[in-house]
Structures are given as structure tokens and as C-alpha cells.
């Protein structure tokens, strides 16, 4: 019988031909074991103590990392993770908290510029004591940083950083800012710049690539005020969604309810986010308001019968629109009808609606995202200013 095959040699263990060093030397091989456990010691010890050096100072954040996917170059120079800012930075880019966007009863939203020239979005809630500030508020404010920190996308007015201070009591929200307002006030106030059909097309595409990215997240994230307002416009023109609805709910008055809800507003869904975002396809293709009188109530109510078919289907497109095509609208008012379909298992995935957009609009995801991007300076800034 051959003889059996010799045992490989152990990972643990080095083959004297590879070593040099002949079996029959063990002191030796005790040398080198021992000074191979001294050196892993010492970097063991190093990191250790560099690790707890961080937390005395200050330097890691105390919510979970963000990615800065954006700016690959920043995740090569800089660790990660959602930037703990000073309230007195803010106070200073927002020029004492005078430079006010807009405000709400639960919280208000502040423009800030960086030394850099960037400009930042503030949004900051009511609340000025933390007798006001119940336990169940502040999880809500950390899951929501998390949660938002969390989307990364080009298409989604991404998170720079956040503030928790408790003298002055201080809970804000620091975001990438977007200058040319909202797609509702492109659409329906008449005072702002007038908007393409090729430019409309380029934004709902922006739109529906950054909802397929927060859908495929593990878990999905859904937006929770999907509308016209919450969508952002960038220098030229690309879409960026805002999710500024954190500050609805944190620091009011909770009640208790049943089903899928909070504080009696139900609960979004992906689902729901695609019925929303059918809403605003329509809103885009009309330039109409999604519920108002002239529309005898809700827009998709008004528009039932051009997507049926009983009316000219072109009879629906926005008057102020100087072109568009034919064959787009036919086939968009096909994924708008799948969209707002009543049963939510009959409404299409966003990797479905995405597909069947890019194939009607022909337009990337490189080609919807903003060509001029701050993002990477407000990030380097923050960054920089949080290490020195």
C-alpha cells in the first residue's frame, strides 16, 4: 500500500525550509515566538489606549457612523461618522440664528454659510429646555439622525452633521443646502423660473433613483412627508429630497393610537411613498396643485378620466409647457395610473419604475444628479474644523 500523504502543515506553524531555521534549534524558535507576542502585545495596548484617548476628547461621535458616500476623497482622509458640531459654529454660519428659511410650531429651519462660502441648512427643533425634552423625544432625534445618515445618495439632501447641547438646550440638524427652493414653488408660484418638460423629466428621474436607493436599503427607509415640497432644486436643476418631517412629532404632545400609525398620521411605506411619487409625476406633467378646488378636490380625482382614456390625454399637460413629447406622456400616464393604483400590491417596485422611466427619458442616474457639487466642501470644512 503507498504510504499516506503527509499532513499539510499548520497555519500557526512555519516550514523550516521557509524559516531558515533548522527543526532542531527550539530555543531559537522560542525567541522568535516570544518576540512575535511582544510586538502584537504593544500594538494591542497602542490601539487601546489611542481608542480611549478619542473618547476623552471628544473626537468620536456619539451616534452611529454616516457614510460620506459623495466624497469618496473625504472617506480617505477623514473616519467617518456623523460630525457632533458646537452650537456657537452654527450660531456663527447662521449669522446669530437670524437667517431664518422658514418655521413651523415644532421647529425652524435656518441658512448658513461656512467660512468656505458653502452654505448649510439648519433646522432646529422649538424646544428651549429639557424639562420640555422627554426621553421618548431624544430616541426619536438620535434614530432620525441615524436613519437620515444612513440614505447617502446624490439625490437626497444628505446629512452634514448634527448639535446636542445642553446650555443653551440645543437639538439641530445640519444639512447639505439647495438653493433654487422647492418643485412646488417651480411649479405653482409664478414668480419663479419656469421649468421644461426635458427639466421636469430630469428631476422625477432624480427623484425616483434616490427612492430606489432608500427602498433597497436593509431595512428600507420610506420618506416619511413625500411631496412636491419636500423636493429640493440644486444650482442646476437637479432633484434633491428632503426629510425635514423629523421635527413633526419630536418634542410635542404624543398620544397613543392603534395601527400603523404615530401621533395620528399613519405610517409611511414604500408604498405609499410610490402612490406619493405618482401624485408628483402628475403634478409635474399638469403644473396643477395636488388637491385644490379648481381640481373639484384631489388631482388624481381630476385627472381619472385623461388616464382612462375618456378625454384627450394631451389636454392634461401643463399649459406654460412650450413642447413636450407625445409618445413620453403616453407612457408616463401609463406609470402614473400603476403608481396611484388603489391596492398597494398592484403598485409597481421602485426598481421596476425606474427602469421604465430611464427607458422612456433616456437620462442616467449620472445624468439626474447635481453637476456643481458643495457637498464635498461643506464636508471637508466640518471635518477639518472637527479635527483640529
Given amino acids: 500500500m503507498p504510504d499516506p500523504p503527509s499532513p499539510a502543515p499548520s497555519a500557526l506553524e512555519i516550514p523550516p525550509s521557509a524559516s531558515g531555521i533548522s527543526s532542531k534549534s527550539p530555543s531559537s524558535k522560542k525567541r522568535k515566538v516570544a518576540i512575535l507576542a511582544g510586538s502584537i502585545g504593544g500594538i494591542v495596548v497602542l490601539l ?13 461621535a456619539t451616534v452611529k457612523p454616516w457614510a460620506t458616500g459623495l466624497s469618496g ?3 480617505k482622509a477623514f473616519v467617518t461618522g456623523a460630525q457632533k458640531l458646537k452650537r456657537s459654529e452654527l450660531e456663527a454660519a447662521c449669522e446669530d440664528f437670524s437667517n431664518v428659511i422658514c418655521t413651523s410650531p415644532t ?14 441648512a439648519v ?13 421618548s423625544s431624544e430616541v426619536k432625534f438620535r434614530k432620525k439622525i441615524d436613519t437620515l445618515s444612513k440614505v447617502n445618495h446624490k439625490n437626497f439632501v444628505n446629512l452634514l452633521g448634527y448639535c446636542e447641547e445642553e446650555e443653551p438646550f440645543t437639538r439641530m440638524v445640519v444639512f447639505e443646502y439647495a438653493p433654487n427652493g422647492t418643485l412646488f414653488e417651480h411649479l405653482h408660484v409664478k414668480e419663479t423660473e419656469h421649468l421644461d418638460w426635458i427639466t421636469r423629466l430630469r428631476i422625477a428621474m432624480g427623484m425616483a433613483y434616490c427612492l430606489q436607493h432608500m427602498h433597497q436599503s436593509k431595512p428600507p427607509i420610506a420618506h416619511s412627508n413625500l411631496n ?21 412629532g419630536i418634542g410635542s404632545s404624543e398620544t397613543k393610537s392603534g395601527g400603523r400609525k404615530h401621533n395620528g398620521v399613519p405610517l409611511a411605506t414604500p408604498e ?8 408628483m409625476l402628475l403634478e409635474i406633467v399638469t403644473g396643477r396643485h395636488p388637491y385644490s378646488e379648481d381640481n373639484n378636490g384631489s388631482l388624481q380625482d381630476w385627472a381619472s378620466n385623461f388616464l382612462r382614456g375618456n378625454r384627450p390625454l394631451r389636454e392634461i399637460v401643463d399649459p406654460t409647457l412650450a413642447s413636450f413629447q407625445a409618445e413620453q406622456l403616453e407612457r408616463i400616464a401609463d406609470l402614473i395610473k400603476s403608481c396611484i393604483h388603489p391596492d398597494t400590491k398592484q403598485r409597481p417596485k421602485m426598481n421596476e419604475i425606474c427602469e421604465r422611466l430611464r427607458e422612456i427619458t433616456k437620462i442616467t442616474p449620472d445624468a439626474a444628479v447635481p453637476k ?14 472637527d479635527g483640529s
Fill in 272 to 279: 405609499s411613498n410610490i402612490y406619493s411619487f405618482g401624485v
Fill in 372 to 385: 456643481l457639487n458643495s457637498l464635498w466642501w461643506a464636508e471637508l470644512e466640518i471635518c477639518s474644523a
Fill in 48 to 60: 487601546i489606549l489611542i481608542i480611549g484617548y478619542l473618547f476623552k476628547t471628544n473626537k468620536i
Fill in 107 to 120: 421647529g425652524t429651519l435656518y441658512k448658513g454659510t461656512l467660512s468656505s462660502g458653502v452654505e448649510i
Fill in 228 to 248: 412636491s415640497s419636500s423636493v429640493l432644486l440644486t444650482d442646476d436643476y437637479a432633484a434633491k429630497i428632503s426629510d425635514l418631517s423629523f421635527l413633526n
Fill in 123 to 135: 433646522a432646529s427643533v422649538t424646544v428651549t429646555s429639557s424639562k420640555d425634552w422627554s426621553k
Fill in 73 to 75: 476623497q473625504l472617506q
